[in-house]
């Protein structure tokens, strides 16, 4: 039971590019949805995360979208750049148990 | 301040032996947990702990076993190593509540033979 769906697999954009990358979730507990950024030979960071209370969040050129009717989230890089190349997990998290589970992630390559 | 600290970061284990991945952070977080990576599969919980001397299952816990004697450290023990434990180990911590943010180690890569 694959409880957050993660696609597209890969992806290639262009330098400037826009990088979409979209996640379903399956539980409707879950109340706190981060992403993670992993670079080559290195362990996963938070870049961005949002909880259902809200819409969107922006944080420079990295925006969550959230549709809670939908289960849906999304993360928007806006002016793609070869240093975003890396893999993108989304996850999931459900209060009071701290258990974070993971989109099967995206590998993204920005080509300059 | 080191963080999240793994170790070994490679290692080549023949079928049927055993062996322990050290985990340890400096960061007094209460919450710690175990991933694999296996390609196109994500991250999978292996097992977490909530504090010292409490821990529980996660997604894919058969074959594995850990302790969490102290709040720094939490090793993941390998009992009898099957090729299907070939994968990349993380290691990750949480202060809890309402910090959610999780942070990782480098990373163990293990290779069953």
């Known amino acids: 039971q694959q409880q957050v769906k993660q696609s597209p697999q890969s992806l290639i954009v262009q330098k400037g590019g826009i990088s979409i990358i979209n996640c379903a979730y399956e539980n409707t507990a879950f109340d706190y949805f981060p992403w993670y950024q992993q670079f080559p030979g290195k362990g996963p960071a938070l870049l961005i995360a949002i909880r259902p209370d809200v819409s969107e969040k922006k944080e420079g050129r990295f925006t969550i979208s959230f549709n809670k009717s939908a289960k849906q989230f999304s993360l928007h890089i806006m002016d793609s750049q070869p240093g975003d190349s890396a893999t993108y997990f989304c996850a999931a998290l459900r209060g009071g148990y701290n258990k974070l589970i993971f989109g099967a992630g995206t590998r993204l390559a920005v080509h300059p | 301040n080191a963080g999240v600290t793994q170790t070994p970061k490679f290692r080549i284990l023949k079928i049927g032996q055993s062996m322990t991945l050290q985990c340890t952070q400096d960061?007094?977080?209460?919450?710690m947990y175990w991933y694999r990576q296996d390609p196109g599969m994500g991250l999978k919980l292996i097992y977490y702990s909530v504090g010292a001397g409490i821990t529980d299952k996660g997604e894919v816990p058969n074959g594995y076993n850990v302790s969490r004697s102290t709040t720094e450290d939490f090793p993941l023990r390998l009992e009898l190593a099957a090729p299907s434990q070939t994968s990349v180990y993380f290691c990750a911590s949480s202060l809890g509540g309402s910090n959610t943010e999780a942070f990782f180690g480098q990373g163990t890569r293990l290779t069953v033979v």
């Open positions: 960061m007094n977080h209460n919450y």
